[in-house]
């Protein structure tokens, strides 16, 4: 083999692995699809979130967000207005933030993050599942344990 051809092998052999690393990205997004996120992915904006016993769930005032992403990831982010709310196990003076990755049991309707970052550092490392549904532009999640009472609804952004 001349010089020149071992030149030429090489280069192809460089756009081969080249091709391949920048398509590896839409491999990753198609296995997480498949994995169930699809009907998830996007940003939700929260329209309700009701609190309180199991069979009796009353509304209270938040607003906030949650976005999955193609890549296995999801961030939260909600706040009570009230301006003395209480700190609870998700919050910081009436603030909810966290992100992790997630993964889907699309047989269970449930997901579970993994917490990576949280403005409650307690949350860091936990692994939250959530039951969820998707009808159309709605996404509702509630506990797995509906003793925990708590509803939160969202419409697709």
């Known amino acids: 083999m001349t010089t020149k051809s071992?030149?030429?092998?090489?280069?192809?052999?460089l756009a081969l692995a080249l091709a391949l690393l920048t398509s590896a990205p839409s491999f990753a997004q198609q296995s997480m699809a498949s994995q169930g996120t699809a009907p998830l992915?996007?940003?939700?904006?929260?329209?309700?979130?009701?609190?309180?016993?199991?069979?009796?769930?009353?509304?209270?005032?938040?607003?906030?967000?949650?976005?999955?992403?193609?890549?296995?990831?999801?961030?939260?982010?909600?706040?009570?207005?009230?301006?003395?709310?209480?700190?609870?196990?998700?919050?910081?003076?009436?603030?909810?933030?966290?992100?992790?990755?997630?993964?889907?049991?699309?047989?269970?309707?449930?997901?579970?993050?993994?917490?990576?970052?949280?403005?409650?550092?307690?949350?860091?490392?936990q692994r939250l599942t959530r039951v969820f549904e998707v009808s159309g532009d709605t996404l509702v999640l509630t506990p797995p344990d509906p003793a925990e009472g708590w509803r939160a609804t969202y419409e697709r952004i």
């Not at 071992?6 to 052999?13: D, F, T």
């Not at 207005?81 to 049991?105: I, K, M, R």
Request: aromatic share 8%.
């Open 41 to 125: 992915v996007g940003a939700w904006r929260m329209v309700s979130l009701e609190v309180g016993t199991e069979g009796n769930l009353e509304p209270v005032p938040y607003s906030g967000q949650i976005v999955f992403t193609k890549s296995g990831t999801m961030s939260v982010q909600a706040m009570n207005p009230e301006p003395d709310a209480p700190d609870t196990p998700y919050t910081l003076n009436g603030y909810e933030a966290f992100y992790g990755t997630v993964s889907v049991d699309r047989s269970a309707g449930t997901f579970a993050v993994t917490v990576e970052s949280s403005l409650v550092r307690d949350l860091i490392g």
């Open 6 to 13: 071992k030149i030429a092998s090489l280069a192809l052999g």
